[in-house]
């Protein structure tokens, strides 16, 4: 089983649709967790960050977070085509790991017009 | 405030050449990590770095090292490089007291 990993794309959705991208991880003990966005070509860019059960709202975005569960989620209300591009979940494994983000191996998201 | 800068952002090597990478982050940010991106492996982590001191390393054989110094710039080394060396090279940096990263635009290294 790998420590993260993300539900597999691509996924397409139509302009002003819901995206609803996923992820699941292995350590039980894991306390922080990111989505990152990623365009083609282009570094990574921090779009949220969750820590505590529950959701967690910015703009259009939502980051839900179920602990007992070990999944992690990423809703984008009214998608745009600008929204395309390359998703990836990173998660601080464990209690302490200095500076070490795991990713998941990304979803590809499609906003077609 | 300005982000997090890496030079070279591209890069070409001849195999058994060994490359020296440059991190610059941002404004007061000590922790700097370093990454390797694939398409086959994807975000790998390779190692961290703060206050001058390497407090993580990931699964990377010895011929990737880094270093930091005073001002938190940090390089990375890579040895001996392989055709497999072949990636994009992406250093991010961290607030004290936060996990959150902020990456640079990465150095793209082509091993021919």
């Known amino acids: 089983q790998k420590e993260v990993e993300q539900n597999s794309g691509p996924l397409s959705v139509p302009e002003g649709a819901i995206a609803s991208l996923n992820c699941t991880y292995s350590d039980r003990g894991s306390q922080s967790f990111f989505w990152y966005r990623q365009y083609s070509g282009k570094s990574p860019e921090l779009i949220m960050s969750i820590y505590s059960n529950g959701d967690k709202e910015d703009g259009r975005f939502t980051a839900q977070l179920n602990k007992a569960s070990q999944y992690v989620s990423l809703l984008i209300r009214d998608s745009q085509p600008s929204d395309s591009a390359t998703y990836l979940c990173a998660v601080i494994l464990g209690g302490t790991s200095y500076g070490k983000l795991t990713f998941g191996q990304g979803t590809i998201l499609t906003v077609h017009p | 405030k300005a982000g997090v800068t890496q030079t070279p952002r591209y890069l070409i090597k001849t195999r058994g050449q060994q490359v020296t990478l440059s991190c610059s982050p941002i404004s007061g940010h000590r922790s700097v990590s370093w990454y390797q991106q694939t398409p086959g492996q994807g975000l790998q982590f390779l190692f961290e770095?703060?206050?001058?001191?390497?407090?993580n390393k990931g699964n990377f054989p010895g011929r990737f090292s880094g270093r930091q110094f005073s001002n938190s710039r940090s390089e990375m080394n890579v040895s001996t490089l392989e055709l497999g060396d072949s990636a994009l090279y992406l250093c991010a940096s961290s607030p004290d007291r936060s996990h959150e990263q902020y990456f640079g635009p990465g150095t793209r290294l082509t091993v021919t």
């Open positions: 770095y703060f206050s001058e001191t390497q407090r």
